[in-house]
């Protein structure tokens, strides 16, 4: 029978400018540069401008983006673009409650957390307190579950919850802004250095569990819609604007039962694309 495993692609090359500035020593300084908060947070304030609508015609003409399957509307910034809603009938989501949902749109990697709590992705060793820095509602989720969601500039930008539940606990962490690619996966603990947002919430099917949203390069900013209270599966959590960024999920063991062959993709180098709100499990 097929399964969304079926369509798992290569990890597709870097560009030759991030070639540049991760492998070069010029490269490298002005990286410092373009990692700052500050850098990234002015490149958001013109996207929200009206001057940035010249770039709208163009992005999605690059980008390959098929409008028909967003709302119409009318866009006066580059960022309204970026952030745009899409019908509903295109992102239908499954209520059935043990069903594990896709919380975006992107490229999922999974990765099996040790009983020490860490994980390994690429060279980089993770620790889920430093993941979760601060925490002090998080469980250690020592043989649980790591996915994460990589969003490319053509994905779409809003994210939702995977469950019905309470927020137990939601904290913005300050870091620096790397690119999410591979390049920068591959050098640098990226989902610790980079500012994130992390949300710890009890769900009514799959334990207490840790949604993350990792800032990344041009990134001006994670906004997110509420900070405690109740949640519903399929309910809008935020959005990214401006740029690529990810999703990192935790979950408890005995939580999720993902198909091993999704843990195999990954050792081997590939990516699986899923839609918000498909059934992973």
Avoid: W
Wanted: glycine share 10%.
């Amino acid at each position: 029978m097929s399964t969304y495993t079926d369509h798992k692609i290569k990890i597709e090359p870097d560009s030759k400018s991030l070639r540049f500035l991760y492998h070069t020593v010029p490269g490298r300084v002005l990286l410092k540069l373009l990692i700052r908060p500050g850098l990234s947070k002015i490149a958001g304030k013109y996207m929200d401008t009206g001057l940035s609508k010249i770039h709208i015609k163009g992005f999605i003409k690059n980008a390959g983006i098929d409008m028909s399957e967003y709302q119409e509307e009318n866009y006066t910034c580059f960022n309204d673009c970026f952030t745009r809603r899409i019908k509903p009938e295109m992102r239908p989501v499954c209520m059935e409650g043990k069903k594990l949902v896709s919380p975006c749109d992107g490229k999922l990697s999974a990765y099996h957390i040790t009983e020490d709590a860490s994980f390994y992705i690429k060279k980089s060793r993770y620790c889920i307190k430093d993941l979760l820095e601060g925490s002090k509602t998080a469980p250690d989720y020592q043989g649980g579950t790591c996915l994460v969601f990589r969003l490319c500039v053509d994905n779409y930008h809003r994210y939702g919850y995977m469950d019905n539940g309470v927020i137990l606990e939601n904290k913005p962490l300050k870091g620096k802004l790397h690119t999410v690619r591979p390049i920068a996966v591959n050098q640098y603990p990226v989902f610790i250095q980079n500012a994130r947002e992390y949300t710890v919430i009890e769900t009514e099917n799959f334990g207490t569990v840790a949604q993350i949203e990792v800032g990344a390069m041009m990134i001006g900013k994670i906004k997110n819609h509420q900070t405690s209270g109740s949640v519903q599966r399929g309910a809008e959590k935020g959005m990214f604007l401006y740029g690529g960024s990810t999703i990192v999920l935790l979950l408890e063991k005995g939580y999720g039962n993902l198909p091993e062959e999704c843990f195999r993709a990954t050792e081997e180098g590939y990516e699986i694309p899923v839609k918000f709100g498909q059934v992973l499990n």
